[in-house]
């Protein structure tokens, strides 16, 4: 007799996740191959950042080859037989997302806070802290 944990993940699986505008995001996501494919959205939402309704999936084998896109999200993941080591593109179709324009990975776009000299001088309880080495 086969144990819960054999018979959970026979109807699970290991994919990994890219998305369209986070080039430094990858990760391994279980999935339940009885999840619809909106409730695959919504968990991809959590980890991401792309709304539902602005995301579009598709899936891709391990040989890079595209399967399909998961266009219906009343069918269960199961219905596109994805396979342990698949790859699950989401593409984030709203321009003015918060992953559009490398805002989330480009420390570079963030504005620093800079304070002059004297300024800072007239600070109590400061302390000084170079950086540069």
């Known amino acids: 007799m086969a144990s819960a944990l054999q018979i959970q993940g026979d109807e699970s699986v290991l994919l990994s996740v890219t998305h369209s505008n986070l080039k430094s995001f990858s990760a391994y996501v279980r999935f339940s191959l009885q999840m619809t494919v909106e409730a695959v959205k919504e968990k ?3 980890k991401c950042g792309t709304s539902v309704n602005s995301m579009c999936l598709e ?3 391990d040989t890079g080859v595209k399967i399909s896109d998961l266009s219906d999200n009343t ?3 199961g219905f596109y037989s994805p396979q ?3 790859r699950l ?3 984030d179709l709203d321009p003015s997302s918060v992953t ?3 805002w989330l990975e480009d420390t570079s776009l963030v504005e620093k806070y800079t304070i002059s000299e004297e300024a800072y001088d007239k600070l109590d309880g400061k302390v000084l802290i ?3 080495h």
Do not use: C, Q, T
């Open 89 to 91: 593109h989401v593409i």
């Open 59 to 61: 899936l891709y084998d």
């Open 130 to 132: 170079n950086f540069a």
């Open 100 to 102: 559009s324009g490398g």
């Open 75 to 77: 069918r269960p993941l």
């Open 84 to 86: 342990d080591s698949y």
């Open 44 to 46: 991809l939402w959590k």
